[in-house]
């Protein structure tokens, strides 16, 4: 979901350019009138692997481009596993604030995993049904035109 004013193709095209160029972000960001933390966002969405030294992590900068992704999504029961550690670490007495807001931020995490693994597993099954509908309808056709 976009927050400000949506990118033009000339923009977009204006991005590649300036980032073969290997000029700063600040400076791109600058020069395109958007933020630093937008620009970041579109060489995400774009794709692009900017090199070690130019990564926003390195400016301080969150970004999901530096995670490593998993191979296989985790399953639900795994999920729900790494939930029960972290609901059982909160009964702990003695816990300072920052493990709290950690064990908190799992707790919240697992949630949304589960809602949209949900959704990914419903998507997945409609896809399935879509691609054996397809399949029957082209050996329709297929027995049809031999038919005729």
């Known amino acids: 979901m976009t927050k400000g004013k949506p990118w033009s193709r000339e923009e ?9 160029t290997r ?3 600040s400076s791109i960001a600058k020069a ?3 933020t630093k ?3 970041y966002a579109k060489i995400d969405e774009m794709g692009i692997v900017l090199k070690e030294e130019e990564t926003p992590a390195r400016k301080g900068l969150a970004s999901s481009s530096n995670l490593k992704l998993p191979r296989q999504l985790p399953s639900i029961e795994k999920a729900m596993k790494r939930l029960v550690r972290a609901l059982n670490e909160l009964e702990k007495p003695g816990l300072d ?7 908190r931020g799992i707790i919240q995490g ?3 995993y589960k ?3 949900a959704d990914y597993v419903d998507y997945r099954a409609i896809e399935d049904m879509l691609l054996d509908l397809r399949q029957k309808y082209e050996q329709l056709v297929q027995k049809t ?4």
């Open 97 to 103: 604030i920052v493990e709290v807001q950690r064990l």
């Open 32 to 34: 395109l009138g958007k």
């Open 115 to 117: 809602d949209i693994f």
């Open 23 to 25: 000029e700063p972000v």
């Open 37 to 39: 933390g937008s620009i």
């Open 12 to 20: 977009e095209t204006k991005l590649r350019d300036l980032l073969s």
């Open 145 to 148: 035109t031999k038919k005729a």
């Open 110 to 112: 697992v949630k949304i």
